[in-house]
């Protein structure tokens, strides 16, 4: 079962947080087809939100196809998005704490790792589109 | 909502019900005693040479009592309007209460009128267990009492109406000034003042008084305008509550009031070293009092009535063939007075309910 | 003052409709000529400084104060004495008022007592889950505890209509999140419409979906969150170009080089000499409290002849 968080201070609305949460965690593999999401009250009452914020994140994630409600019951995974590249995350992973190790061995501090990584990340996404 | 008023009215049912066991208590063992005492000794001391003793001792036993109990008779419906009925509604408002209250499923109506029953029936028991404790009590002395009008406000019946009066008062007060202190200090006075302006100008009319008119005959028995001799031999009779005893000339013209001569029945009040003009311009009668000796003259001295001169005044005085007009109200009606006066208290109750319902609904 | 209402598709009933309502007293006008339609199965926000009206408004939405002029209705109908309109409205009051000296299960019982669509289950449900001693007099509760014990009232008597006058103001961090759990599940849980007033905007901006914006005894705004966050922009220019066109400014602030607009518009933002961003609920509510002030000093020194 996930377990929802939101981070008021993101800038992000929150029911995009609950969805991109949702994301993520089918990504991971967290989530798989057939796992049950928590209710709207379940979420509601550990977060204290609106739940039409719950509400509207569920509705967007059987929009793309991802869960589907039924009625009653709850509403459920409907599809894995973890897919081949999965198998690729354990060994990624690894590399990715062994840089880790090194960027603070050779002295670099969070906010530079984290410009470092933003940098890295932002002129790879461009390069990948075009 | 009757269940709930009688859950916040609970603490005070109980310290009711504690202080009247006190009471009852208290009232008991010195009330056998005093009707033991009465029965023996008092009520058939009209044989005996020393009944007049024997009957002063009595009535002087056990005084403080006495005095606790017609006190208590007459304040016990006053701290029950404060106490109880003030803090009622009051109390809703300075808690803020009222905003939960108002906002159940009940009308404000239903509310108040749960509220109002809950002490009402509280108050009305209260009051007619102590006054029925009280008048048993006090019953060897009130049958030595000349008139069971003098103990009126604390006997039998009218204390009911008196306790109810005064929490519904408590209660309209408390809802119109929502402090409860306040309101408790407003319902004391004004329930004070609402007993004495009912006592003294209605309730002698609950009927038309009596009449009674006798040959004013100095000499008088008291100085201070009391109830002359005369009304004991076959007019309004010793138990008599008197209304007014008024002086009349032999035409029928009102010389006095009280008993005497003058407004204040100041004949019995003389100026020293003045001949008495007196009898409202109906003549001149000589003064009982001595001019003081020369060398006092002038001076405040008040040397007191001389015999030879009183009678002279008296003899003069009655050659005028002054009247007494007595009103009054016999003590048989004592009891129709009892439920008249009951019945203007619950009167007055149920207007002020009415009133409060009214109220409460307007906000 | 223009009140204006922004929706967020249709809405077929209101749960509290006002018509230029006004509340006077001796001294001070509380509620200045206010007009809303709040829509039905809501959590709705009001906020507001101190002393902006909001009490007011909530007490005459609940029935305990009436007004001095225009109207109000509440799920349709004008609030009365009536009880078959008190059991649909609830009314937590602030500084949440209960009996002293009675205790937990005193008030439990009495709910049932007076209310006719009483759960008394889940009125037990949620004393055990609050964990609170049914025997425990209200008078020597936490002020969490006491607000929880308000909120089981209010919930448990089934209402169509939920009223809370600054619920929270008084608690602490944890017991401030806690009140809002249980409200948001009866929200999830029951089809109940809330009003709750706040002068936090950080709890608003977490529960609230409408938003009434309410200052200086009158209504700013008033909208669907969403939709007052989509139309409100903060635009960044030049310090000497003129606002874009079809803008409402709110709120402007200069410096010498640099103009700072909080605008409300219907469309995009055309004018490409200014940066367009987005702004977040706090800010908004800030700009609006801001105009409102500024309006009324405006008006009073009107009045006063200068």
Redesign the interface.
Known sequence: MIEFY?D?HS?VP?YLQLSQQVRRALKLGVLEQGDQLPT??EV???????????SKAYRELEHEGLVAARVGVGTFVAKSLSDSSLAAHGPLRHDLEQWMLAARRAGLDDESIDALIRECFRSSSGAVLS | MIWFSWRQFRTQTIVAAGILVVVAIVFGITGLHLHHQYDTVVKHCASHADCGSVTSAFQSSDHLLQHFVQAGGILLPALLGAFWGAPLVAREFESGTFRLAWTQSVSRTTWLMGKFAVVALAAVVTSALFTAMATWWATPFDHLNNSPFSGFDARDIVPIGYALFAVTLGAAIGLLVRRTVAAMALTFFSFAGVRILLTDYVRPHFATPLRYVTAFIAPFQSSSGGAPSAITKGGPGANAWILTDTTLSRTGKVIGQNGGIGPNGEFNVDSIGHHRDVLGGLGICPNRFPSPPAHLAGQRINIGPNPAMMRAMETCINSFHLQSLFTYQPASRFWTFQWYELASYVVLSALLTSLSVWWVRRR | MLSVLLGGGPKLTSVLTTEALTKRYRRKTALNDCTLALPEGRVVGLVGPNGSGKTTLLNLAAGLLSPTSGSLKVLGEAPSDDPKHLERVSFVAQDTPVYSALTVEDHVSYGAHVNPRWDRDLAERRIEDLGLDPRQRAGKLSGGQRSQLALTLAIAKRPEFLILDEPVAALDPLARREFLQVLMETVADQHVSVVLSSHLVADVERVCDYIVILVSSRVQIAGDVDDLLATHHRLIGPRDADAPTGQVVIESSYTDRQSMLIVRSDGPVADPGWLVEAINLEDLVLAYMGQGRRLDRGVSADSSGS
């Open positions: 939101i008021t800038g929150p709207v009250k509601v009452a550990r977060l204290a939100i609106n739940p039409n914020t719950v």
